[in-house]
C-alpha cells in the first residue's frame, strides 16, 4: 500500500530564516507530487506541483520554491522566511495517469513564522 | 467570483441528526466533484466523490451534484460525533482541482 510521510509535524522559525520541508511517497511510481497551503479561513491554496523529477510548476508566486531531487522525494524551500510564510503546509501526491482528483495527503507542518 | 463558494460554518448539530453541507461553484466545466474530509491538524482525505450530475451513497454519506445550478450537497444520515471535522467541496477538471474553504462540523452527544 502506499503511504506519505511528511515532517516535521510543527515548526517554529524567526523571519529571515531558511525552510526546508521534506516529504516522500512509498508503494508507488512516477506519482504526481504537491505542495499546498492552508491558511485560516482560506481554504487549501496550490503552491508547486511536479509530474516527474526535476519538473516543477509554480501556482503561485512567492518567496518559496519547490524542487523533486528524487522520483518519490518532495522538497519545500525557502531562503528567507517571511511572517506571511506561517501556515500549515500539506504535501499531496496522486497516480500519474489520471487521477488527479484523488489526492492522497500527508499529515502536514504546522509552520509558525515569528 | 470566487470559483468555489463553501459556507465556514461551523455547523453545530446534535448526535443522530441529519447535516447537510453545501457549496456552489461556477465553471461549468468541472465534471467530478469531490468531498474530502479534515480531522483537526491533520491532511484531508479523500471521503466520496460523484462524477456530473445525480447521487452517489456510501453508507450514511449521500453526495448529490445539480450541474444545471452549480451546486454540490453532502449529507451525512445519523451523525456521529466522529464526524466532527471539517468537510472541503473540491470540483475538477481536467487536471484542475479547486478545493472550497471547508465546513466545520461539530456533532455533539
Known amino acids: 500500500s502506499q503511504t506519505i510521510h511528511q515532517w516535521p509535524a510543527t515548526l517554529v522559525q524567526p523571519v529571515g530564516s531558511p525552510l526546508s520541508l521534506e516529504c516522500t511517497v512509498e508503494?508507488?511510481?512516477?506519482?504526481?507530487l504537491y505542495w499546498y497551503r492552508q491558511a485560516a479561513g482560506r481554504g487549501l491554496q496550490l503552491l508547486f506541483y511536479s509530474v516527474g523529477i526535476g519538473q516543477i510548476s509554480s501556482e503561485v508566486p512567492q518567496n518559496l520554491s519547490a524542487s523533486r531531487p528524487q522520483d518519490r522525494q518532495f522538497i519545500l524551500s525557502s531562503k528567507k522566511l517571511l511572517l506571511s510564510d506561517s501556515g500549515f503546509y500539506l504535501c499531496?501526491?496522486?497516480?500519474?495517469?489520471?487521477?488527479?482528483?484523488?489526492?492522497?495527503f500527508g499529515s502536514g507542518t504546522q509552520l509558525s513564522v515569528l | 467570483q470566487k470559483e468555489v463558494e463553501q459556507d465556514p460554518g461551523p455547523l453545530s448539530v446534535p448526535e443522530g441528526a441529519i447535516v447537510s453541507l453545501n457549496c456552489t461553484y461556477s465553471?461549468?466545466?468541472?465534471?467530478?466533484f469531490m468531498w474530502y474530509r479534515q480531522y483537526s491538524r491533520k491532511g484531508p482525505e479523500l471521503l466520496m466523490y460523484?462524477?456530473?450530475?445525480g447521487n452517489k451513497e456510501d453508507g450514511r454519506f449521500t453526495a448529490q451534484v445539480d450541474k444545471s445550478s452549480k451546486y454540490i450537497s453532502l449529507f451525512i444520515r445519523d451523525s456521529q460525533p466522529s464526524d466532527s471535522a471539517t468537510y472541503l467541496c473540491?470540483?475538477?477538471?481536467?487536471?484542475?482541482?479547486?478545493f472550497g474553504t471547508g465546513t466545520r462540523l461539530q456533532v455533539f452527544p
Open positions: 508503494g508507488t511510481s512516477n506519482p504526481n
Open positions: 473540491a470540483p475538477y477538471n481536467t487536471d484542475k482541482l479547486i
Open positions: 460523484t462524477y456530473s450530475s
Open positions: 465553471n461549468s466545466a468541472f465534471q467530478y
Open positions: 499531496a501526491w496522486s497516480h500519474a495517469r489520471g487521477g488527479g482528483e484523488k489526492l492522497f
